[in-house]
Nanobody, 121 residues
Framework: QVQLVESGGGLAQPGGSLRLSCAASGFSFRSYDMSWARQAPGKGLEWVSGIYRDGRDTYYADSVKGRFTISRDNAKSMLYLQMNSLKPEDTALYYC??????????????WGHGTQVTVSS
């Protein structure tokens, strides 16, 4: 069955970096667009970044543009999110999701369970 398993979250200081990974299995990863989304405490789900199936085009929410980089390795069925210059407002549970590259969350058909990112000094 389809599985998306995130990892790489943790505690980072403001200005620090983390790299999230999402291991995909149970489907042809290279055939699907993928995204990252997040949910901060007490807030709704927010789309963060998306990447087309071939990896050529990437998209970012304004709140992370210039600081986060999405990438993928289709040979390994892996999705990544490099997060630099982290801010306390980046604190959230981060999810990878299958099926799109934009902020319309209803278009995603599978989600991982998330990995927690906490940015604090």
């Amino acid at each position: 069955q389809v599985q998306l398993v995130e990892s790489g979250g943790g505690l980072a200081q403001p200005g620090g970096s983390l790299r999230l990974s999402c291991a995909a299995s149970g489907f042809s990863f290279r055939s699907y667009d993928m995204s990252w989304a997040r949910q901060a405490p007490g807030k709704g789900l927010e789309w963060v970044s998306g990447i087309y199936r071939d990896g050529r085009d990437t998209y970012y929410a304004d709140s992370v543009k210039g600081r986060f980089t999405i990438s993928r390795d289709n040979a390994k069925s892996m999705l990544y999110l490099q997060m630099n210059s982290l801010k306390p407002e980046d604190t959230a549970l981060y999810y990878c999701a299958r099926g799109g590259v934009g902020p319309t969350l209803g278009e995603y058909d599978y989600w991982g369970h998330g990995t927690q990112v906490t940015v604090s000094s």
